[in-house]
């Protein structure tokens, strides 16, 4: 079988005969890659996430997994596994036959098949609860028990949504590099559901920008936070200071711009709010907002007058309105 | 702290109030003679035993089991799919089909057998197991139908749909994931379908054309014989209280 990885063309899906949440859209994943899909809520990431698993039937469009047309199949014959949002663990089952029941599913042995999902557990760092019930454990561990059930199964495609999600912060770091250690090992291509952009540039080998149920634009993360295709793109990736040039925008993130004394434009700062690790300020320049993220300790106050520059290096060209 | 410690002494007093009826009921069936005012029978005895299974009763008891098992085996067929449709809100406006689910409860069962009666004696159904197990379904159907609603919905949709993606055909999904996720509502669902059969008295006098059922056995003692009452009813309680610690011990099982 060739390993093309995933490519979705055309995809309409109207949920329960609704509005299509997706709207002709398209979505190529090299084999053995990580593409992260991040969008608003209610952009339809996790609705394309279900139409390619065969949860959410297609009203139009198709679906090739490693250059096989998967869109008609039922989803146990996808070879596709899914770790959901919430972990969706059997509550009458041990920890370990939890991980092993895609090997049940698959007639394989009990012995095989426990023996095979202690390796994966094992993976996952969780090998000593093999033999707990699923209750009481925290949800970074129900999310890895999850995970190992996920790779268990054997998968061409691992689709994860907001695998993050539920986790505190001090754990979603553990569990990133858990999933791109999995993924890289394998070189399983994985697409995951986020509607983080800073998690999707740490999740993602490229980032797949969805907006009102399409692509908006896929690319290596970079190109999403430094050359937006669009001011929406830019916005939703932070480069929020969007000023008009012409029939265009210009489009800056606010960390690239300098306030200095000898600053090529003038501005009053009307706002200047500390972040932790820098103070967003918010200055009037000719009737037009501009927004600076600078170091606390190097920061205006609000009401002084200050010196902007927009290096023109990182300053980005953009059409108002998206592709289509 | 105070309140786990009282637990324990709740419990006790819970169970207490619940046991002493029965145990007063335990005395009465093997009181051969008890006289008042005495607090205890003066006399033990198998005398109730004797004239209560000295009847119908064996017959009735087996009668009562068959058209009980029969109706929750269909009752959980036609309800299965209804409560899966409910439960998962397919239903644009549901609200006339639990108008008609809750209609049979509103109305005595001996109503709807009387009602019945007439049509079965024509089909030939009277006093026979179809047409005591149609006429039971009735009522047990609404019981079982809203019992199982209230396990079905998007918990259980969300576990099917990870055993789909896992790789489980429909029938293994079912198997597997399905009925042991739902096993503590489809068990409630049994347990009180079974009851409500099995203590029936309406439509079995009304359309059992004097076939025994152990309801329909057990009234005319209750008045006349408290004794043979009394052994009665515990034969009658036997298999609910079986039923009741089989799905308690099924409960235990969270989803």
Known sequence: ?????????????????????????????????????????????????????????????????????????PPHRRKIAVVFQEPRLLGHLAVLDNVALPLRAAGVGRRERRRVAA?????VGLSGLAQRRVQGLSGGELQRIALARALTADPLLLLLDEPLGALDPNRRGAMRRLICDVQ?????????????????????????????????????????????????????????????????????????VILEEDGELRGRVV??????????VVADCEGRSVIAHVAPHHAPRAGEEVGITLPDERLWRVPPRDRR | ?????????????????????????????????????????QRLGLRGVRVAFGGETGAAFVNSAQVALLTVAIALVIAWPAARVLGERRLRRPG??????????????????????EWFIRLGLDGTTPGLVAAHL??????????????????????????????????????LVTIPAAAPTIGAAVLLGFLVSWSDYGASLAL??????????????????????????????????????????AGRRPL
């Open chain 1, 1 to 73: 079988m060739s390993r093309d990885g995933l490519r979705c063309s055309d995809l309409t899906v109207a949920p329960g005969g609704t509005s299509p949440v997706l709207r002709g859209l398209a979505l190529e994943v090299t084999a053995g890659s990580r593409a992260a899909l991040v969008g608003p809520s209610g952009a339809g990431k996790t609705t394309l996430l279900r139409a390619i698993a065969g949860l959410e039937p297609l009203t139009e469009g198709s679906v090739l997994l490693d250059g096989v047309a998967i869109d008609r199949l």
């Open chain 1, 119 to 123: 390796s994966h557990l094992e993976e």
């Open chain 1, 184 to 256: 890289r090992d394998r070189r399983l291509t994985t697409v995951i559901v986020t509607h983080d952009r800073g998690e999707a540039a740490e999740l993602g080998d490229s980032i797949a920008l969805m907006l009102e149920g399409r692509i908006v634009q896929h690319d290596e993360p970079r190109a999403l936070f430094e050359r937006p295709v669009s001011a929406a793109v830019a916005r939703f990736f932070g480069a929020t200071n969007l000023l008009p040039d012409g029939d265009a925008m210009l489009a800056i993130r606010p960390e690239h």
């Open chain 1, 271 to 280: 706002e200047a709010v500390y972040a932790g690790d820098h103070v967003r």
């Open chain 2, 1 to 41: 702290m105070r309140s786990r410690a009282r637990r324990p002494a709740l419990a006790v007093v819970a169970a207490t109030v619940l046991a002493l009826p029965l145990l007063a009921l335990v005395l009465r069936a093997f009181a051969d003679e008890w006289r008042a005012p005495a607090l205890l029978p």
């Open chain 2, 96 to 117: 006339p089909v639990f108008l008609l689910l809750a209609m049979p409860l509103l109305i005595p069962s001996y109503a709807v057998g009387t009602g019945l009666t």
């Open chain 2, 138 to 175: 009735t009522t047990v159907l609404p019981y079982v139908t809203l019992v199982l609603l209230s396990g079905f919905g998007p918990r259980l949709s969300a576990v099917e749909e990870m055993g789909s993606v896992l790789g489980l055909s429909p029938v293994r999904r079912l198997w």
């Open chain 2, 208 to 249: 059992g054309a004097g076939r025994p059922m152990l309801p329909v056995v057990l009234l005319p003692f209750v008045g006349g014989d408290p004794q043979v009452a009394a052994t009665l009813t515990l034969l009658f309680l036997a298999p609910a209280v079986a039923a009741l610690v089989l799905t308690v011990r």
